[in-house]
């Protein structure tokens, strides 16, 4: 087994939120919001959990024309730049935007039809805490 090597859990500093938003993720993004829609079944809204800067969210907006995501993160930093990043690239009404942490989320068991979430699991100490709260909160 690989060991794992945990990143911080929330990384909340406005260096942390800047630094990661200047990575070039866009060919992940665009293979992970691919593989998504190609058995998605069109119902929504769509969570996604630990959304950063809304790159996923935004990259899913543009393959997706009538898509609608709900997009989480514990960093109100990530939130912030993801705010700026959903209404620059014309899709603010499309993504709703919430500073939650994903092992506590607030919503309604089976509250969505779908979710996804991409490179959460190394910034979580246990994480089936976060899985057992995306399989409550997924509709079957």
């Known amino acids: 087994m690989l060991p794992r090597i945990l990143?911080?859990?929330?990384?909340?500093?406005?260096?942390?939120?800047?630094?990661?938003?200047?990575?070039?993720?866009?060919?992940?993004n665009r293979v992970f919001v691919a593989d998504f829609l190609s058995v998605w079944d069109g119902r929504g809204p769509v969570l996604d959990v630990g959304?950063?800067?809304?790159?996923?969210?935004?990259?899913?907006?543009?393959?997706?024309?009538t898509?609608?995501?709900?997009?989480?993160?514990?960093?109100?930093?990530?939130i912030a730049l993801a705010t700026e990043n959903g209404r620059r690239a014309?899709?603010?009404?499309?993504?709703?935007?919430?500073?939650?942490?994903?092992?506590?989320?607030?919503?309604?068991?089976?509250?969505?039809?779908?979710?996804?979430?991409n490179s959460i699991v190394h910034h979580i100490p246990d994480p089936r805490t976060v899985f057992a709260e995306i399989a409550r909160v997924a509709a079957p």
């Open 90 to 117: 014309g899709f603010a009404s499309r993504i709703t935007l919430q500073l939650v942490d994903a092992k506590r989320m607030p919503f309604g068991d089976r509250s969505f039809p779908a979710v996804m979430s």
């Open 51 to 65: 959304t950063g800067t809304a790159l996923i969210p935004i990259e899913f907006c543009r393959q997706s024309p």
């Open 7 to 28: 990143e911080p859990e929330v990384m909340d500093t406005p260096e942390e939120a800047r630094d990661y938003d200047a990575m070039d993720h866009s060919e992940v």
């Open 67 to 78: 898509g609608e995501v709900v997009a989480v993160d514990a960093a109100g930093h990530m």
